[in-house]
């Protein structure tokens, strides 16, 4: 490592970039809520300088998301309410893990044919970014599903709630993308979902 010459911070090689696991000596912790999809933890941890300090942990159960693209390079994003913001998103079809024991690509595949009514034949992860680690342990995992086909009227999932008005819309990703940097898409699984399958050449019908 090399100290910047003007700035302060290290220079490095980019090969070298890698999150790392680490953990602070927890000396109390106390439960503060439970529910059937997350936890809230108040923890008073000690750092490397001996200090004690309090902080909220959330514990949801984790959550998957899917970037579907049509034979077109199309990805599909569900518009539907979302009470904490007061707003409709847009977003890509997603929910939480909340099938004890079950894989995470085929919680994948169980939402994609509950909020899209779509089955697909090849599936491979993309990302697996942290929701907001500064207090949660949440994490994503967001697939890439190809080879699409739709679910039969009589078999599709009876939607509810928030998800019983779900808008089903088609764009390409390229235009996708500039919704998510006009901060037109603001849903952060999304806006992660949406760059990474761009940066990796998805959704290129010149590709083909």
């Not at 100290?3 to 890698?18: I, N, T």
């Not at 990302?127 to 697939?143: D, I, K, L, N, Q």
């Not at 779900?166 to 999304?190: F, K, N, Y």
Request: aromatic letters at 6%; a negative charge; hydrophobic letters at 40%.
């Amino acid at each position: 490592m090399t100290a910047h010459p003007s700035l302060p911070g290290e220079v490095v090689d980019g090969a070298q970039l890698r999150d790392r696991p680490a953990s602070w000596p927890v000396v109390a912790k106390e439960n503060k809520y439970a529910s059937a999809y997350l936890r809230v933890c108040l923890d008073t941890v000690e750092t490397p300088t001996g200090d004690r300090v309090d902080r909220v942990v959330v514990k949801p159960h984790g959550a998957v998301g899917v970037v579907a693209l049509d034979d077109e390079g199309r990805v599909l994003l569900v518009e539907q309410y979302r009470h904490a913001v007061k707003g409709r998103l847009l977003e890509l079809p997603a929910g939480t893990l909340d099938v004890e024991g079950e894989p995470s690509v085929d919680a994948a595949r169980r939402e994609l044919r509950e909020e899209a009514d779509l089955t697909a034949e090849q599936w491979s992860a993309l990302v697996a970014p942290y929701a907001s680690p500064g207090y949660s342990s949440e994490r994503w995992e967001v697939f890439v599903a190809t080879g699409l086909s739709a679910v039969d009227e009589a078999d599709r999932f009876e939607r509810e709630a928030e998800e019983a008005e779900i808008r089903q819309l088609w764009v390409p990703l390229e235009q996708a993308v500039e919704a998510v940097l006009d901060g037109r898409v603001a849903d952060s699984m999304t806006v992660a979902g949406v760059l990474a399958a761009h940066a990796r050449g998805l959704g290129r019908t010149d590709r083909r």
